[in-house]
């Protein structure tokens, strides 16, 4: 019965002396994570909507549309009179799904540049597009000599049957 008792403590102070080490050991991960950037708007946007669209009506083509409304506002590095949307990115999970260039309706009101802009007829539908999540979109102004940019996240895709 001693022998018993004896050896189960033999076992017990193994495993705990087994258990614990005076080094702390890490697991080093051999994947490269991707380093995100930080985006900083490059100018001053007041946004009243933006909206994004597959039409999925029968007896028309699905397409997927984009329009919205937004104000341009004065900044410190380009003058919002001659500063023009030129082109839309559309991402989606980190990829880069659309590269539009929409009809833009300009409005000069004040100090402030209103514009309205939309896709007419639509676009395919990209075989990555996931309707269930929204996009971003990345507006890509050009003020005469630098390319500006703007994002817009969490844009929502609605189905329209």
């Known amino acids: 019965m001693k022998q018993m008792q004896l050896l189960y403590l033999v076992l017990l102070a193994l495993l705990l002396f087994s258990c614990s080490t005076p080094k702390e050991t890490t697991k ?9 950037k930080k985006f900083v708007n490059e100018v001053n946007l007041e946004i009243e909507k933006n909206v994004s669209w597959v039409n999925l009506m029968p007896g028309s083509e699905p397409k997927f549309h984009i329009s919205g409304k937004l104000s341009l506002l ?3 590095d380009y003058e919002n009179e001659t500063t023009q949307l030129k082109y839309i990115k559309v991402y989606q999970s980190g990829e880069e799904l659309y590269y539009i260039m929409p009809k833009v309706i300009e409005e000069l009101d004040g100090t402030v540049k209103k514009l309205t802009f939309s896709t007419i007829k639509g676009l395919n539908i990209s075989k990555t597009l996931d309707t269930k999540s929204p996009v971003v979109f990345e507006f890509l102004f050009y003020d005469g ?3 500006l940019k703007y994002r817009e996240n969490n844009v929502i895709v609605e189905e329209v049957h």
């Open 145 to 147: 000599k630098d390319e």
């Open 28 to 36: 080093i991960d051999t994947e490269t994570i991707d380093v995100v």
């Open 74 to 76: 004065n900044g410190d």
